[in-house]
């Protein structure tokens, strides 16, 4: 059997530069420009993901569907010291649309809303 390894997340944004900003004051985020067929392209490593931004002009692309929906949920980040981390967030402005609970013993998760409705999930696990 083929092997296969993670490489990468996709988003579009009608701002990347909000977008990556974003991602930059809430995760810390390190944020890559470069050019690419003559156009800025932002890239983002965030919590050793590799996040790719591609501007979709406003009305290009379709309004993100409200959850629960089929395809694609949502991306998890792993942290330690859940609650503190959900306070700092949200001392930086952070939305969240689900406040720190235990789903099972060991596991706590919250979530919180990132641009462009991108749903995105802190997990700790003890």
């Known amino acids: 059997m083929s092997a296969f390894a993670f490489d990468h997340i996709h988003l579009r944004s009608t701002d990347p530069e909000a977008t990556a900003a974003f991602y930059e004051r809430m995760f810390g985020a390190e944020i890559?420009?470069?050019?690419?067929?003559?156009?800025?392209?932002?890239?983002m490593k965030v919590g050793?993901?590799?996040?790719?931004?591609?501007?979709?002009?406003p009305?290009?692309?379709a309004e993100?569907?409200?959850s629960p929906y089929l395809g694609l949920?949502?991306?998890?980040?792993?942290?330690t010291g859940i609650d503190a981390v959900v306070a700092e967030l949200k001392a930086?402005?952070?939305t969240f649309t689900m406040e720190p609970n235990t789903i099972?013993?060991?596991?706590?998760?919250?979530?919180?809303?990132g641009p462009e409705?991108?749903?995105?999930?802190?997990?700790e696990r003890t």
Not at 32 to 43: E, K, P
Not at 48 to 57: Q, V
Not at 73 to 79: I, Q
Not at 117 to 123: A, F, K, N, P
């Open 92 to 94: 930086k402005g952070a």
């Open 117 to 123: 409705d991108v749903s995105i999930e802190l997990l």
């Open 59 to 61: 009305g290009k692309a």
């Open 73 to 79: 949920d949502h991306f998890g980040l792993s942290v």
């Open 64 to 66: 993100a569907p409200s």
């Open 48 to 57: 050793g993901l590799d996040i790719f931004i591609l501007n979709s002009p």
């Open 104 to 113: 099972r013993p060991g596991v706590r998760i919250a979530f919180l809303s």
């Open 32 to 43: 890559i420009r470069s050019v690419q067929n003559g156009a800025t392209r932002i890239d």
